[in-house]
């Protein structure tokens, strides 16, 4: 299943966490959601993302939506150094390359900032070699 390639549009989550987290992550539309193989289940994966013909590392997630009591799935990606501005509306491809760890809830604040910096050190070591081709 893994690589897996889609593409979709960007469009609004519900402003919570992302930028706030310092990760803003671009939620993808319902289609990507419900066209996801079963065997790609919720956690943290890496892998690379286009934006107007721009390759970028991104660090994605599989979750569930808490605002839809948890039944409805999510598909949000973080776009490594990426340094523009919103572009809510534009059409996003990517490839997922690999998995990075399961969902989990932490504890505090620090430690899931702490988590996702490492989850973004996994996804650009991951996805170093795909850049260059
Ligand atoms: P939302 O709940 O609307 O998804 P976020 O706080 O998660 O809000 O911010 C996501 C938005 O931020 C994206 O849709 C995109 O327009 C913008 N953005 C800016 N920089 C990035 C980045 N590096 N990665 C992903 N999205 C980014
Ligand atoms: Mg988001």
Known sequence: MIPYRFEGEVVRGFGRGGKEL????ANMDD???QNLPESL???????TAMLDGEKYSMAMSIG????YQNEKKTVEIHLIDYA??????????AVIIGFI??????????EL???IAKDIE?????????NKL
């Open 113 to 115: 900032k702490s988590a």
């Open 41 to 47: 289940q919720v956690g943290v994966y890496y892998g």
């Open 84 to 93: 523009g501005g919103d572009f809510y509306g534009k059409r996003l491809s």
């Open 101 to 110: 760890r399961e969902m989990k809830s932490f504890g505090s604040l620090d």
């Open 64 to 67: 569930w939506n808490p605002q």
């Open 31 to 33: 289609s990507v959601v």
């Open 122 to 130: 996994v996804a650009r070591r991951g996805t170093v070699d795909q």
């Open 22 to 25: 310092g990760c803003p992550t």
